[in-house]
């Protein structure tokens, strides 16, 4: 009885059942070259089946201690997207572990094999190796897929940001605020001296005019100091001048 009860395959969207035929008694057993896909199938209760997602496969690799070409070792987030083309081939020839067995190892070696021609700068600090990077692993990956026959695509090739180690963050750290340090330093130089020559030329400038109008240094002090009084009292100001021995004193109240 257990032999003509009968089973069913019922896969889910997006995936495909790979039948493996295992026969009790009579006949051969193996895999089925028809896989089962959206919907029902009833098969005996003797039959295997390997599901395979058939839409696109994300896969993540966590890369430690990945040495660039001056040495440094560096962290990666690495990011593939894979898509199966042919069911019943990928289980025949890889397996079930078809990933882990034949694609993972191949895209670790790549990765730490681009990044090797590039420095920490440009790869960590100015990641502008990046696409560099990606574009090499993706055509090396492709490049390996059809060396073994393999029956699926490579969508995209993502390596994300690097992270350095914290020693080399600190470092980069002191570096930046001393690099800082002396742009700010240079800033106030240059207003101190914009501000040393404005003062010389403002003061060459007034002792020309003394000269101009034969003044000698105390005339010239009395005579902006009596600019200066001007303005005070012209804004505003309630003022009251003092004749005395032929000196002007103003008082101003300040209210």
């Known amino acids: ?58 896969a993540d690799l966590d890369m430690k201690d990945i040495m660039t070409g001056d040495g440094t070792p560096l962290e990666f987030d690495a990011v593939i997207r894979i898509q199966v083309l042919d069911s019943v081939k990928m289980i025949t020839k890889f397996g079930s572990n078809w990933y ?3 694609v993972e190892k191949e895209f670790y070696k790549m990765v730490r094999s681009a990044v090797k021609k590039h420095g920490l700068n440009e790869t960590a600090i100015n990641p502008t190796a990046t696409d560099s990077i990606d574009a090499e692993v993706e055509l090396g990956l ?17 390596v994300g940001k690097a992270n350095p180690p914290d020693l080399i963050k600190h470092q980069r750290i002191e570096t930046a605020m001393r690099e800082q340090q002396i742009i700010t330093e240079g800033q106030r130089k240059l207003a101190e001296d914009a501000r040393k020559a404005a003062e010389e030329s403002r ?41 005395n021995g032929g000196k002007v004193t103003p008082i101003i109240d300040g209210r």
């Open 1 to 58: 009885m257990a032999t003509l009860t009968g089973c069913c395959v019922r896969p889910d969207v997006g995936y495909e059942s790979v039948l493996v035929k295992k026969p009790l008694i009579f006949g051969h057993g193996g895999i089925d070259p028809v896989p089962v896909k959206t919907g029902l199938a009833f098969v005996a209760p003797t039959t295997d089946h390997i599901d395979i997602k058939m839409q696109p496969l994300q």
């Open 100 to 102: 882990k067995d034949n």
């Open 142 to 158: 492709k490049n390996y897929l059809v060396s073994i026959d393999m029956p699926a695509r490579i969508l995209s090739v993502t």
């Open 203 to 243: 003061a060459q400038a007034d002792n020309a005019y003394r000269n101009a109008m034969s003044m000698s240094p105390e005339q010239y002090l009395q005579l902006e100091a009596i600019k200066m009084q001007d303005h005070v009292c012209s804004t505003g100001a309630k003022c009251t001048f003092i004749s």
